[in-house]
């Protein structure tokens, strides 16, 4: 759940843009906006929208904050032109097995919407989602377990 004090953490120690994630799965509503507005002033780049959030609390940050607004996409199946007219800025595609797709189907209707997208764990699959038109990626990294497990292969193999 979206706390300001994790925004503030954040952005403080980031030498890098961040985004920040205000709600829209458990935290709806007024919430959503008063995050937002919160994240802005703490100097968050821009802040994300889960899925679940409804059209109406898209329009509610647009109309109250100056950064961009990510919203998180699932499927093709969200009224992606309704998200955008609500006031998205990019989206967020993350329609696991399907994630190609849903890009490639986006990309088609706004060649100039930037999209990010999660790009699965491989180099094909990453290349893949952006050949469909993603201009980011989101790649989850290794855990510390399998890198650690890795690690001692190596020290065990050396024995």
């Known amino acids: 759940t979206p706390q300001p004090v994790i925004t503030e953490c954040l952005v403080s120690a980031s030498d890098v843009p961040v985004f920040c994630g205000v ?5 709806m509503g007024k919430r959503v906006v008063n995050l937002a507005l919160d994240a802005e002033f703490k100097g968050a780049m821009a802040v994300v929208l889960n899925s679940p959030t409804s059209n109406d609390v898209i329009e509610a940050v647009r109309d109250t904050i100056d950064i961009p607004i990510v919203v998180t996409v699932l499927s093709d199946n969200e009224e992606i032109e309704k998200r955008i007219e609500a006031g998205a800025t990019i989206l967020n595609v993350s329609a696991g097995k399907k994630t190609v797709e ?3 189907g986006i990309r088609k209707r706004h060649p100039n919407l930037p999209i990010i997208a999660t790009g699965g764990g491989t180099e094909e699959s990453i290349n ?3 050949l469909a038109g993603a201009n980011a990626i989101t790649y989850t990294p290794p855990t510390t ?15």
């Open 128 to 130: 893949k989602t952006i």
């Open 102 to 104: 849903v890009v490639r």
């Open 23 to 27: 709600g829209g799965g458990l935290t």
């Open 145 to 159: 377990a399998e890198l650690f497990r890795k690690v001692m292969e190596r020290y065990r193999s050396d024995e």
